[in-house]
């Protein structure tokens, strides 16, 4: 079965950190891009991070560079998403994406090839 699956969600209170894993399984993730999205409660989904399979190029959204950290280990067919200093703002749930066609800056070129069902990031006090 070929399927990507999150975790590592939870309940944070601010100034915490997480680390998101994205498990690929039914196909190599290192053939792929990564993408990791947030859609924050009311809102539309957005692209935060990529990072490419050939070279592992990191890419960010402006207003999470600093924090977030993007990385991939090829052997564990896993991607991950190392969130610091979280803030309220942060909260939302996150997929990860894996694209064939590689990253556009920060996003995925394409539509993505294989998502995850997303895990849920609160940050609350």
């Known amino acids: 079965q070929v399927q990507l699956v999150e975790s590592g969600g939870g309940l944070v209170t601010p100034g915490g950190s997480l680390r998101l894993s994205c498990s690929a399984s039914g196909f190599r993730l290192d053939s792929y891009a990564i993408g990791w999205f947030r859609q924050a409660p009311g809102k539309e989904r957005e692209e935060m991070s990529c990072?490419?399979?050939?070279?592992?190029?990191?890419y960010y959204r402006d207003s999470v560079k600093g924090r977030f950290t993007i990385s991939r280990d090829d052997a564990k067919n896993t991607g991950y998403l190392q969130i610091a200093g979280l803030k309220l703002e942060d909260t939302g749930r996150y997929y990860c994406?894996?694209?064939?066609?590689?990253?556009?800056?920060?996003?995925?070129?394409?539509?993505?090839?294989?998502w995850g069902q997303g895990t849920q990031v609160t940050v609350s006090s």
């Open positions: 994406a894996a694209d064939s066609a590689g990253c556009s800056d920060y996003q995925l070129t394409e539509a993505g090839d294989y």
């Open positions: 990072i490419s399979s050939d070279d592992g190029m990191t």
